[in-house]
Each structure stands twice: as C-alpha cells, then as structure tokens.
C-alpha cells in the first residue's frame, strides 16, 4: 500500500496514523510493513482498517492504489462485508497481496532493472486476494500482442493481466512442469516472452517455446541467455472481452 494515499485519506476523515494504531489494534512495526508492502496485510486487517477510516474495503483498494477493482474481488470484499457466504469465507485465512506491476510499457525498464530493488518497490501494484500468504516472488505482467491468441478459452489476450510466481533459477536444471503451467520467460536479448513449453531438453539447457497463435513458429532459446522465469498462476481480464 502506499503509506502516503493512506495518511491522505486518514486526513480526510480526520484520523491520525496513530487513531489506526489504537482503534485497530495493529503494532505500529505491522502497520507500517503493511503499508510498506513489505508484509502482505491480510484481509482482517484490511477490513479493520476501512472501518475506522469509514470506507468500504473496495473503496479503499482503489483510492489507495487508484485502481479499479475486478469483479472478483470486488465480490469478495463484498461478501465479506456484508456478512454473506461466511460459510466459505473466513478473512482471517485471506490476504490481500499487493503484487508489481510491469505493463506493456515498462517491459524494456524491467528488463534493465530487475535486479534493482528500489526500482521493483517502485513499481505500481495491484491487489491480489489469496486465501494464505503464498511464498515466493509474484508479479503481475500485462500481455503485449496474439501470440497466445488462438481463439480459445485456453487464449491470453492483449492487455490481459496474469499473476506470475517466480521459478528459482536453482531448479531450472531439472525438468520444468510444462504439462502444469505456462511461462513468462525474461530472455536477455528477445524480452518478455509468454509462452507454452513444449520440450525442456535438461542436459543442453535448451527450451522450446510453443505460441498458441498458429502464426507463430517455435523457437528455442538456451537457458545461458534467459534472466527469469516465471510460471502463469492466474490471468484477469475485462469483463467486456472474451
């Protein structure tokens, strides 16, 4: 979260950082990491917090990442809220992750600077409603252009966002889970690729990527010139596409 925004609309309401504190019960330390993005703030202390700011947590959400919430979490949030479906929501087991994003635009920066973590804390992020704090290195990356378009439910489309969990580079001389997931793969000189992999050829380091788009031809590309990999854990789109 963005410590500022939030101060901005404690102002607004005519609430100190200190009336959160108190009113909350949250440690100042947890407080602050929540707000930092550092800790990932579960959902009941999200909700403790609109309450004493008197919002909603939708509201909230967006005025403190200026985002438009999808329809999902929304409902979620709603539900909660209103005290509906508790028979299978429990917001002590939900978290809200607040995950980087690296759109269309910011592809070339992100590959110049992703081992820059000033730069990444610097990213815009977007909210992500887990139901448990999930390990490892997520990030959300906008899709750039058809390659994985074939017209299927299987399609990624332009400007989809997909949550993405980093894949330690430790584990990238044992076979890749290509039958589970598909990738994102940061590759030195070709960028940030979406795709299928049909083969990973262990002993020679060498992957083949596979476009769902028929247009495009496989290709291999050696793991010595690929930065990071990620597996595609979940896409979002507008409600208005396919």
Not at 75 to 92: A, D, F, G
Not at 158 to 187: A, G, P, T, Y
Request: hydrophobic share 35%; charged share 25%.
């Amino acid at each position: 979260m963005d410590l500022q925004k939030i101060k901005e609309v404690a102002d607004q309401k005519g609430k100190l950082i200190k009336d959160l504190i108190e009113s909350t019960g949250i440690k100042k330390g947890t407080l602050f990491n929540y707000m930092k993005g550092k800790t990932p703030i579960t959902l009941e202390a999200f909700l403790k917090i609109s309450n004493v700011l008197e919002v909603t947590p939708f509201e909230l959400l967006e005025k403190v990442q200026n985002i438009k919430l999808d329809t999902t979490a929304s409902q979620l949030l709603q539900n909660i809220e209103s005290k509906r479906n508790t028979n299978t929501i429990n917001p002590h087991n939900v978290n809200v992750m607040m995950i980087p994003l690296i759109n269309q635009y910011a592809y070339a920066g992100y590959l110049n600077s992703f081992t820059d973590t000033t730069y990444i804390e610097d990213l815009p992020k977007m909210p992500y409603l887990a139901d448990r704090e999930y390990k490892g290195n997520y990030v959300f990356f906008e899709v750039k252009g058809d390659s994985m378009d074939n017209e299927s439910y299987e399609s990624y489309l332009e400007s989809d966002l997909i949550l993405c969990r980093e894949v330690r580079q430790d584990f990238w001389s044992s076979k890749l889970h290509i039958n589970k997931w598909d990738f994102v793969i940061v590759h030195k000189t070709e960028g940030i690729l979406l795709k299928r992999i049909s083969n990973h050829n262990v002993e020679q380091g060498i992957l083949t990527l596979h476009s769902l788009n028929n247009y495009y031809n496989d290709f291999e590309v050696h793991l010595k010139d690929v930065a990071k990999i990620f597996n595609v854990v979940d896409v979002r789109r507008h409600r208005n596409r396919r």
